[in-house]
RNA sequence: GGAGUCGGCCAGACAACCGCGGCGUCCGCAAGGACAUCGAGGAAAGUCCGGGCUCCACAGGGCAAGGUGCCAGGUAACGCCUGGGCGGCGCGAGCCGACGGAAAGUGCAACAGAGAGCAGACCGCCGAACGGUUCGCUCAUCGGCAACGGUGAAUGGAUGCGUGGCAAGGGUGAAACGGUGCGGCAAGAGCGCACCGCGAGUCCGGCAACGGACCGGCACGGCAAACCCCACCUGGAGCAAGACCGAAUAGGGGGACCAUGACGUGGCCCGCGUCGUCCCCGGGUUGGUUGCUUGAGCCGCGCGGUGACGCGCGGCCCAGAGGAAUGGUUGUCCACGACAGAACCCGGCUUAUCGGCCGACUCCACCU
């Protein structure tokens, strides 16, 4: 019924208040092209943003592909992550990698983040 | 076949699986789902011009400021395009050019150089003129027996030393007061002549830019991407324009001024429109819909025009997001894939770009 790799519109972030509360309490892991800022969240599944700011890229082309290749692996992995509303900022390193690294890169992020503590359980947040 | 010029076009292909956005139909109480279909570019880019659209007054007068700049067309408009003229480059097809006015006025030219604007003489050239120096001849006179010497006058030659003549040549410069040649002259010079150049003259051709012939005389240097003059153009702000709905509320408290006032109004003045206005304190807001894609649109045919383009008929619908879709992976093939991603919409310009296709034309070589 429901496909597993789906990538509708309640898995994003869409609004600037959703930005907003990931700036502050959230687990940050870093990777070479990405980092990704994470907090678990009440809806049901896992929802992604996407930051790629002109620093890491000057051409649009660039960041389409950066941004594109996070959500096409984010889908497929999308079932691993729970209910989580996750940050990914791309870095400037990310412009020179191609296709298949990125993809490498963000099944091993998707995976660290999967095995952090469950929602809901110890925390991350400190106060 | 080789080299080249101009114009037009394409921008890896196919398949499978998994996705994303719009519109339509259907299912579902809803969330959502199914099916069908469409889904980046020639530059989407730079934001350099021009327009549409929206609001300010359906944008008016003057000044200021800015833009354009051979002529005539095309166009909604343009700084674009087409045709023509002139100049330059190329054997040629063709290519390139901010290309109006320097007798309206003001100004500028560093360095070098003799001299830089109604200029100038450093080297140089000139013995025609005046003076000097020097050599010769003649005459006069003085001295001497004489050879000869002194002085003076006239005359012939030499000399550029002074007064002076010249601007051809050298040299400086981005530029030196038309160029080349012949004549001419003391040497020279538009001083004279021929050709070229030049001209605010006359006639002819052309809508015009301009061209041709005749005539004239050598005067009027260059720079207007210096100010400027002339002609034409330009109101401002931009889709975060603007409109609607919802939420939040309240038209809270205090003070000042009732006008030659404030705001609209972001160059200034006028004009026009609106209104009680301004200051302080306190409180509050950033969601949704629309604008948003049918348009100076694209394709085909016909007609008019050298052409840009225009007119007529027929057909087509060709992204519309909004934390921002238009993709990912794999396989096969080949010429192994460049620059690069719509954000209100068009017309241009400019810049980036692997490679390929088509058409017209030019030059060279060869064959018949």
């Given at each position: ?37 994470c ?35 984010f ?50 947040m400190?106060?």
């Amino acid at each position: 019924m429901n496909a597993p790799a789906r990538f509708p519109r309640s898995a994003r972030l869409l609004s600037a208040a959703d930005f907003a509360a990931l700036r502050s309490g959230s687990r940050r892991l870093s990777g070479r092209c990405y980092t990704a800022q994470c907090k678990p969240a009440s809806g049901s599944g896992a929802r992604l943003g996407l930051a790629v700011s002109r620093r890491v890229s000057k051409l649009a082309v660039e960041r389409n592909r950066i941004k594109r290749i996070a959500r096409d692996s984010f889908r497929r992995h999308r079932h691993l992550l729970g209910a989580r509303d996750i940050l990914l900022i791309a870095n400037p390193s990310a412009a020179q990698a191609d296709n298949a690294s990125l993809h490498a890169e963000l099944d091993q992020l998707w995976q660290r983040i999967a095995t952090l503590n469950a929602p809901g359980a110890t925390g991350t947040m400190r106060g």
